[in-house]
């Protein structure tokens, strides 16, 4: 069985070991707020 070639096939290929990267650092600026839930209570 024959493979498919084209013009520019080896550039598609390894696109994706020419593609520029970082590393993102990990930043938490999370604080979780206390949520209190009032009920209503029947008398």
Known sequence: MST?????????VNH???VP???LG???DFEPR???IYTKSQT
């Open 4 to 12: 498919p070639t084209w013009i520019g096939k080896d550039k598609v």
């Open 16 to 18: 994706h070991h020419n």
């Open 21 to 23: 990267y970082r590393v």
């Open 26 to 28: 990990y930043k938490s």
């Open 34 to 36: 206390i949520i209190e």
